[in-house]
């Protein structure tokens, strides 16, 4: 019994050894990482580097408050820009207390920052000053709305629309007053998250600015205000500048304002190539199917080879052929092979019967055996009976590329059976290949099975 007593002891006393002996280790081995008395803090706050950053988070975490001042200073005695990360995260972290241990915070701020500190850390001294709402920062805040860093300025305004005055009023109409372009520009990207009454008579005034950029800019502003959508629209009429008029084909496509497609539309046919590319794009976001018409129209007329190319993946994604006349002419005119390629796809996927004539004379007369081959393959999927003749021709042509005869015989099946009945003995008569006449064998089996 006392032995087992014993090593009962034996074991609590080894666990409580082990213990302390960690602890003693672990202070005793990182004293200069976790610093507990002030000497070591200013030591570790002169170090540089890790050290003082961990430093200054120790005068927070253990409350000695009397040092607080003297790490922030390092926000001028130190060029290391991590160093005054830490600063400020620290100042944050003090939250409502700050005040009771440093007073005069924001003056250390206001003589810290500079345009030439990093746009995070700028940004950083901003949320400070809008946690506490200290308005004596107001004209601190204000020298910044001419930051040349859009993530500063957007920032900064964020800021002075949440300190809750209107401080922010004047700070605007001196931008927008400002003689420079860029400065409007400023103006008009705060305008367009901060919404005041008082400010609309201006902004509107900036539709008519010598800056094509800052009407573009007064468009953006306003495009999310509803009411003011008839003074974007009428910038299209109004406006000379070909990049203004392709905007507002674009922010009618950002906003979906199925409403003035209209101006899509008239945009289409517009003499700009800028402003034709902004329609044919506008058109994939709206997704309307009423621009098939409009897209063929302009497609019998486009010069533009890549707006050509947009327009037949328009029309096959909207699957409408929009009457098939703009198909039509650049199949059978156009000299570029990938596009009279994609035209004759497009005339079957778009299931559009305008462009069979077009379809039959491509399939005739085409230089290129992959157009005709897509153009048969298309005769496939419109199944018109006009295409029985051209097809059965081409079957007996001996000199024609022999994957368009074969596909000309399995669309024949598919168009009209009892037309390729009756034509499979000319074949036999006619063809010499021998792969063709094993493939007009088999058609024939097969209809006489069915």
């Not at 018109?384 to 005869?405: A, C, G, M, S, W």
């Not at 015989?409 to 006619?430: G, Q």
Request: proline share 3%; net charge positive; glycine share 4%.
């Amino acid at each position: 019994m006392k032995l087992k007593l014993f090593h009962s002891q034996f074991r609590c006393y080894r666990t409580w050894l082990l213990a302390g002996a960690f602890f003693f280790l672990f202070f005793h081995g990182n004293i200069y990482s976790y610093p507990v008395e002030r000497s070591d803090i200013r030591r570790q706050l002169l170090l540089g580097g890790e050290q003082r950053r961990k430093a200054l988070w120790y005068i927070y975490q253990l409350q000695y408050n009397d040092l607080l001042r003297t790490g922030v200073m390092y926000l001028f005695n130190s060029s290391d820009y991590e160093d005054h990360r830490a600063i400020l995260k620290v100042l944050l972290a003090y939250g409502d207390t700050l005040e009771n241990y440093l007073p005069d915070w924001y003056v250390f701020l206001d003589q810290y920052m500079k345009y030439s500190i990093p746009d995070d850390v700028l940004i950083e001294c901003f949320r400070l000053i809008v946690f506490w709402q200290e308005q004596k920062m107001m004209d601190t805040l204000a020298r910044f709305s001419y930051h040349p860093s859009m993530q500063v300025r957007l920032g900064l305004f964020d800021v002075m629309s949440r300190m809750g005055n209107d401080v922010l009023l004047p700070v605007l109409l001196r931008l927008i007053s400002s003689d420079r372009a860029v400065y409007r520009m400023y103006a008009l990207e705060a305008l367009s998250r901060y919404h005041d009454s008082r400010l609309m008579p201006h902004l509107l005034k900036l539709l008519d600015d010598d800056s094509k950029s800052v009407r573009i800019y007064a468009m953006e502003a306003l495009s999310n205000k509803p009411e003011y959508t008839e003074n974007i629209i009428r910038r299209y009429t109004l406006d000379k500048n070909n990049e203004v008029r392709a905007r507002v084909v674009e922010i009618v496509a950002k906003n979906n304002w199925k409403q003035h497609v209209y101006i899509v539309h008239r945009a289409l046919s517009d003499p700009s190539k800028v402003v034709r590319t902004a329609a044919f794009n506008a058109v994939k976001s709206i997704s309307d199917s009423s621009s098939s018409v409009y897209i063929s129209n302009q497609l019998e007329q486009e010069s533009e080879s890549p707006l050509k190319n947009i327009g037949l993946d328009l029309l096959m994604m909207l699957r409408k052929g929009g009457g098939g006349k703009g198909i039509s002419k650049i199949l059978l005119q156009d000299e570029d092979e990938k596009l009279r390629l994609k035209a004759a796809l497009s005339a079957g996927l778009t299931f559009e019967q305008g462009t069979v004539d077009a379809l039959v004379r491509s399939v005739e007369s085409d230089s290129s055996y992959r157009v005709r081959l897509e153009g048969v393959n298309s005769m496939g999927l419109l199944k018109n009976k006009k295409f029985i003749p051209v097809l059965q021709e081409i079957t007996l042509k001996h000199q024609e590329h022999y994957d368009v005869r074969t596909q000309a015989l399995a669309v024949l099946l598919e168009i009209d059976p009892a037309a390729l009945r009756s034509h499979l003995k000319k074949i036999k008569d006619n063809v010499k290949n021998p792969y063709l006449l094993k493939q007009a064998d088999a058609i024939s089996q097969r209809i006489e099975a069915e």
